[in-house]
């Protein structure tokens, strides 16, 4: 079975830590990505990478930075935590080309509040 | 980035009965097209996919239709039942297949 672990559910932290959000999965994919989910936007991609130590910018990188060392494990950065920054922040991974069937898994999610 | 839209927030039906949840893109080089549920609290959920060769494909009480004159994309949900509520949203892949762009998303209340 698919399987895209956020190692954080539920985070609280203060304005201006840094905070690592992690994301590990177990497929052999390729492709990771961070998207934030905030209500009425949707999903908007923060970064994602397409090899180990390979990263490109989505959307939204501001405020933001990622780290893949190795091929199952994508970390989210957030060097100077700010309270616009408070979401819920998904990890997805992928396999490269497009065929019926391949697609984009979520993992469950991370709420992190920035107070 | 990309417009991927929604005609509603909100769309509330009867248990039993069929649901419809439209998507409208923009770009009609896309050429993959995704449906996902998200639940309460978790992440969101793979339903069922359709590349632009296709006008249509089914899956288990599910049937997604493709409409590329119009750039339009809808799910359909056959006897709609209380578990099936929750928030659905559209994905389009254009241009690289490395990245998706989704809606906002649709919430289905399913009234018993």
């Known amino acids: 079975d698919v399987k895209v672990t956020q190692s954080s559910r539920y985070l609280v932290k203060r304005t201006g830590e840094k905070v690592f959000l992690e994301c590990v999965q177990d497929?052999?994919?390729?492709?990771m990505f961070w998207y934030r989910q905030d209500p009425g936007l949707g999903l908007r991609l923060i970064y994602f990478?397409?090899?180990?130590?390979?990263?490109e910018k989505g959307d939204i990188p501001e405020g933001y930075s990622v780290s893949r060392e190795k091929k199952e494990r994508f970390s989210l950065i957030l060097e100077s935590a700010s309270t616009n920054q408070t979401s819920m922040y998904l990890c997805?991974?992928?396999?490269?080309?497009?065929?019926?069937?391949?697609?984009?898994?979520f993992g469950e999610g991370s709420w992190l509040t920035v107070v | 980035g990309e417009s991927v839209g929604l005609h509603l927030p909100t769309l509330s039906v009867q248990e039993g009965d069929n649901s419809i949840i439209n998507c409208a893109y923009s770009?009609?080089?896309?050429?993959?097209f995704i449906w996902y549920k998200q639940e309460s609290g978790k992440g969101p959920q793979f339903i069922i996919d359709?590349?632009?060769?296709?006008d249509k494909r089914q899956g288990q009480r599910v049937t997604v239709l493709l409409n590329k004159t119009v750039k339009h994309l809808s799910l359909q949900i056959a006897a709609t039942q209380p578990g099936d509520s929750a928030v659905y949203f559209c994905?389009?892949?254009?241009?690289?297949?490395?990245?998706?762009?989704f809606g906002s998303g649709t919430k289905l209340n399913v009234k018993p």
């Open positions: 997805a991974s992928s396999i490269p080309g497009l065929r019926s069937g391949n697609t984009i898994y």
């Open positions: 359709i590349r632009s060769n296709m």
């Open positions: 990478s397409y090899d180990v130590k390979m990263k």
């Open positions: 770009n009609s080089a896309s050429d993959y």
């Open positions: 497929m052999d994919h390729e492709n």
């Open positions: 994905a389009e892949n254009p241009y690289n297949f490395n990245k998706f762009y």
